[in-house]
T-cell receptor, first 113, second 113 residues
Framework: NAGVTQTPKFQVLKTGQSMTLQCAQD?????MYWYRQDPGMGLRLIYY???????DKGEVPNGYNVSRLNKREFSLRLESAAPSQTSVYFC????????????FGPGTRLLVL | GDSVTQMEGPVTLSEEAFLTINCTYTATGYPSLFWYVQYPGEGLQLLLK?????DKGSNKGFEATYRKETTSFHLEKGSVQVSDSAVYFCALSRTGTASKLTFGTGTRLQVTL
C-alpha cells in the first residue's frame, strides 16, 4: 500500500517548456487535489477532482490544466512553464468530500529557469 | 472568503519545553479544523483534527481544541522532543463535494537539546 505517489521528484524546465506531473493513489479515494507550496504562503489549491470524471478550479489555476485519467490517477500539466511556477507541487487524495482527511504525496520540486 | 492565520515562526524551543502554536480562522458555518505536520523533505501528514465546536483533537502528545467563540484552534504539547522539529500547518475545510483545504502559512518548529 503505497498511498499517494508522485513523479517526478525533481524537474528543471526552461521557460516555455511543457511538462506533466503524475499522481496516483491506491486507497480507492474518490477525491484528488493538486496544491503548490511557496515560501511564506502555505499551500494553495490549484485544481481538484471531487470524483472520477469531474475537475474544478481551485485558488490558483492559471497556467495549469488537469486530467482525472481514472479513479487512481490525476495529472497536472504545465503547457508553457514560467519562472513564477517554480514551486513544490503536492498531490493529495481523500475518500470523499466534506470533512474527510486528505493524504499527501511526497511532492515534486519544480524549477523553471 | 475562508482564511487561516498562524503565528509566525520559526519557533525555537529546548527539549522538554511546552509548545503553543496559535491558529485562528475566518469561515462561515462550521468548518472542520486540522493540524498537518511536514517533516523535512516529506509531504504533509495529518497530525490531528476536530470537526465540531469544543472537540479536542489529540495525537502523539499534541492537542488542539476547536473554540468557536474565539475562532481558534491552538496547537499544544506539554514536552517537545527533537524529533518534533518540523513545519506545522493549521487548515480548515468546509462541507462540500470535495474537502478543499485552506491552509495557514505554516510555523517552523526547531527543538534543540
Amino acid at each position: 500500500n503505497a498511498g499517494v505517489t508522485q513523479t517526478p521528484k525533481f524537474q528543471v524546465l526552461k521557460t516555455g517548456q511543457s511538462m506533466t506531473l503524475q499522481c496516483a493513489q491506491d486507497m480507492n479515494h474518490n477525491s484528488m487535489y493538486w496544491y503548490r507550496q511557496d515560501p511564506g504562503m502555505g499551500l494553495r489549491l490549484i485544481y481538484y477532482s471531487a470524483s472520477e470524471g469531474t475537475t474544478d478550479k481551485g485558488e490558483v489555476p492559471n497556467g495549469y490544466n488537469v486530467s482525472r485519467l481514472n479513479k487512481r490517477e490525476f495529472s497536472l500539466r504545465l503547457e508553457s512553464a514560467a519562472p513564477s511556477q517554480t514551486s513544490v507541487y503536492f498531490c493529495a487524495s481523500s475518500l470523499q468530500g466534506g470533512k474527510e482527511t486528505q493524504y499527501f504525496g511526497p511532492g515534486t520540486r519544480l524549477l523553471v529557469l | 472568503g475562508d482564511s487561516v492565520t498562524q503565528m509566525e515562526g520559526p519557533v525555537t524551543l529546548s527539549e522538554e519545553a511546552f509548545l503553543t502554536i496559535n491558529c485562528t480562522y475566518t469561515a462561515t458555518g462550521y468548518p472542520s479544523l486540522f493540524w498537518y505536520v511536514q517533516y523535512p523533505g516529506e509531504g504533509l501528514q495529518l497530525l490531528l483534527k476536530a470537526t465540531k465546536a469544543d472537540d479536542k483533537g489529540s495525537n502523539k502528545g499534541f492537542e488542539a481544541t476547536y473554540r468557536k467563540e474565539t475562532t481558534s484552534f491552538h496547537l499544544e504539547k506539554g514536552s517537545v522532543q527533537v524529533s518534533d522539529s518540523a513545519v506545522y500547518f493549521c487548515a480548515l475545510s468546509r462541507t462540500g463535494t470535495a474537502s478543499k483545504l485552506t491552509f495557514g502559512t505554516g510555523t517552523r518548529l526547531q527543538v534543540t537539546l
